[in-house]
């Protein structure tokens, strides 16, 4: 009817012939909820550490770049630019983190949302069997299929938006979130990828917090729009994320660029 394979995915567009299609398919059709294919997974953990200060490493030297978001006037961008200050006091013991799950012979995801972490968490572990991949990474699915056809402990480092969709990673045990995401859509996005059919293993989700960073506003406004998701979805996905997220006191944006 139309429909070709990009190697991400199936493109529909351009689709022929649909009524005819639908009219066929009415016989054999049989519709799945994701609450009942979930149920069918082994168990998917959900953990939150919370990084104290004292444990955290010296931020990279962007406060200029703070400065200049801010003055946009644009709290999204300059959210965006306070996560990827955070990250940066994380990269250690991600790093730490990603060693020692390799050591032990585990395949493990690490999420980010921004390129230059990607970059820099693979640098310091580029003796080990890792790869990283981005949006502007060409060729995802090759390197997928090296991920999964690996043997033995390796590390997948990416930015969710690259991997969030149609390139399931099934064949992992660690999933690490080194930079939160925003929304509840990229945070199933983002667990979806291993929490998939063909998936054999249990899996273990960590989202790391840099305590009185934006993460800890971040963590509260994804609690704030849970509730709203899960009425309109099927949501036994986000089961469980409002535990894991306690809730904080919030500052504003303005408030945590006075304190760096």
Known sequence: CGGWHNGYGWVYDGLSQVEELNRRLA??????RQS?????LPPKRRQVVRLAPAHQDKPAPMKRIIQ???RSGDASILREVLLEEASSRKA???????????????????????KRICEALGQTLEKLPVWVAHGDTPDRPRIRQEYMAHRGGCALIGTWHAWGETLDL????????AMLPCTPKEVV???????????????????VIAEHTVDEDVADD???KLPAVIEVADGESLEGISESFQPVSTRSLLDRIANL
């Open 27 to 32: 016989f054999v059709k049989h519709l799945t």
């Open 36 to 40: 009942a294919l979930i149920r069918e």
């Open 68 to 70: 200049v978001a801010a």
């Open 92 to 114: 250690t013991y991600v790093s730490e983190l990603v060693r020692d799950a390799i050591k032990c012979g585990q395949k493990v995801i690490v999420f980010t949302g921004r």
């Open 170 to 177: 099934q064949d992992t045990d660690l999933l690490i979130f």
């Open 189 to 207: 996005q983002g667990e979806g990828r291993v929490a998939r059919i063909g998936q054999t293993r249990p899996v273990l989700v960590l989202y």
């Open 222 to 224: 994804l609690i704030g």
